[in-house]
């Protein structure tokens, strides 16, 4: 099955209306069961090619934990410009690694690892340790990594990666004002990581060094994964909130673009590094100005979740979504449909619910929300519904959709082309 269009010439012909897609994914996936969920290839083909005209001309590591597909992350792979995997587990990373396919061969772990046995296996494995690349922040984790290695010698050096810290903390009068982005890494000067750099030395595999230093990776979430153009009922508070967003932003890029430029010079005069990552579906045209990063990252745009509804930057398409079936009707504008509480990761609010999208015109109710096995809806199109109707959602985020089915039913111009499995779809749950 072909899933993304030759050459994206969806991604070039603008961007499917959604208002066509939900319909058409009910006709098309009529008699199907829960838990379903479909991918629309004009959609996915249109927001990769989003994604490339964004990126600018450097290539784009895929964030498999946004896809969670084997089969989407090979056809995204297959496109010119989409190149390597940005892994989640070490664990994921050695099942794609080992895939007869042979279309996984650059896997960078975004997070460190604490997987003792998995850290064994990939020792083991020469064609692992070629390619799959660790990340790590910490001299501890260099200690814990080669304590977990003794009695076990690397069929080659273990790759790494560096994580920079790419949080904004602005200051005034030299007293730090604040931390705006997420807290990952320790690392954030030149300094920090000479010093995990040249730590690495010290460990060895008898005359051979036991890592090599490969990457420096700086993911700016506060720009790649905050939405700078909020929606809510208050329109004058969403002005004066997308105002001081846009302003953060701009600052914090310049900031996290001359520091990530310093970090990187000065890694390179004990370290031939083969990639610097940066960037994620929010923030690629920005970072790819910065000329230290050799290649950016994404993920979550090639499904266009409802978190990604509200940047100025870009729109994308509706990829995939999900439908749950009536099984109750509490009241003449009321149903209730099965499951539906697929409440995705991160600070708990109503952002993070999945959102109803048809039939047009039903909401959540406020006293419940989505829940685990029942979520009531209310609205006028609740009176055309009727026991086992489905009622489609958009999930918050991308990759987690996929941890509740075990495959997508794949639409094309509205009709079904077959399924694709999903990783749970295979067997695999890695977090």
Partial sequence: ??????????????????????????????????????????????????????????????????????????????????????????????????????????????????????????????????????????????????????????AAPIRLCLDLDASWRPSLGGRTLGHIGVYRSPLRTGADAIAVALAMDA????????????????????????????????????????????????????????RRGNVVAAVRNVAELEFVNGGGTGSLELTTADPSVTELA?????????????????????????????????GPELVTVLGGGWIASGPSGPDRSPVPVHPAGLSLIGTEGPGEVQTPLRGAAAAQLRIGDKVWFRHAKSGEICEHVDALEVLDGGHLQGSIPTYRGEGKAFV
């Avoid at 005359?207 to 208050?234: R, S, W």
């Avoid at 979550?300 to 930057?313: A, E, Q, W």
């Fill in 1 to 154: 099955m072909q899933l993304l269009k030759q050459n994206l010439e969806d991604g070039r012909a603008g961007r499917p209306a959604p208002a066509a897609m939900w319909p058409a994914a009910n006709a098309a996936c009529t008699g199907l069961q829960f838990p379903l969920a479909a991918l629309d290839l004009a959609a996915l083909s249109h927001n990769a090619g989003s994604l490339l005209r964004r990126a600018a001309g450097k290539p784009i590591r895929v964030a498999s934990k946004s896809i969670r597909s084997k089969e989407v992350l090979k056809a995204v792979l297959a496109q010119p410009g989409f190149a390597g995997i940005l892994g989640f587990t070490l664990p994921e990373a050695l099942w794609l690694a080992h895939d007869p396919s042979d279309a996984f061969t650059d896997i960078v772990v975004a997070y460190p690892t604490a997987d003792a046995d998995a850290v064994r296996a990939l020792a083991a494995s020469a064609s692992a340790c070629a390619r799959v690349t660790l990340m790590v922040d910490s001299t501890e984790q260099l200690q814990w990594l080669a304590a977990t290695l003794r009695g076990h010698s690397p």
């Fill in 203 to 258: 460990h060895r595999n008898g005359p051979e060094p036991l890592f090599k230093l490969v990457g420096i990776m700086a993911y700016e979430a506060q720009v790649a994964g905050l939405q700078d153009t909020p929606h809510t009922a208050n329109k004058v508070a969403d002005l004066a909130k997308s105002a001081v967003l846009t302003q953060i932003q701009r600052s914090s890029m310049a900031e996290i673009n001359h």
């Fill in 298 to 330: 994404a993920g979550s745009g090639l499904f266009g979740p409802t978190l990604f509804d509200g940047y100025s930057r870009f729109t994308p398409a509706h990829a995939v979504g999900f439908a749950a079936p009536v099984v109750r009707r509490p």
